[in-house]
């Protein structure tokens, strides 16, 4: 089974940047085993909303509107990391963020579309 840990949230003033991280780890079969990673957010009574998703071998990605042109994700393959840079962070940009990981390249921008979840990290904007 495949772990997953994000870190890199925090506090930050409105206009600011965040870098989040993901780790997988577990057995090296499992790891290659993924094809699809996401990060998601999720603030208090609301569904979990998709933020972006990357391919892990092709490195597609897709971005959820509210936050095309200010985020960007990412990955290192040899480290088994995965990133979020946020940009132009907003108040509304606050949440937990997870990381989320799947074994088909169709997994798109639902979570049950992914079975391997993060622990989730809090990003809190100030305005």
């Known amino acids: 089974q495949v772990q997953l840990v994000e870190s890199g949230g925090g506090f930050v003033q409105a206009g600011g940047s965040l870098r989040l991280s993901c780790s997988a780890s577990?057995?090296?079969?499992?790891?290659?085993?993924?094809?699809?990673m996401a990060w998601f957010r999720q603030t208090p009574g609301y569904d979990r909303e998709f933020v972006a998703r990357?391919?892990?071998?092709?490195?597609?990605?897709d971005y959820a509107d509210s936050v095309k042109g200010r985020f960007t994700i990412s990955r290192d393959n040899a480290k088994n990391l995965l990133y979020l840079q946020m940009n132009n962070l907003k108040p509304e940009d606050t949440a937990v963020y997870y990381c989320?990981?799947?074994?088909?390249?169709?997994?798109?921008?639902?979570?049950?579309?992914?079975?391997?979840w993060g622990q989730g990290t809090q990003v809190t904007v100030s305005s």
């Open positions: 989320a990981a799947a074994a088909t390249v169709a997994a798109r921008t639902t979570s049950q579309e992914y079975n391997i």
């Open positions: 577990g057995r090296a079969s499992s790891i290659l085993s993924i094809l699809t």
């Open positions: 990357i391919t892990w071998r092709a490195g597609f990605t």
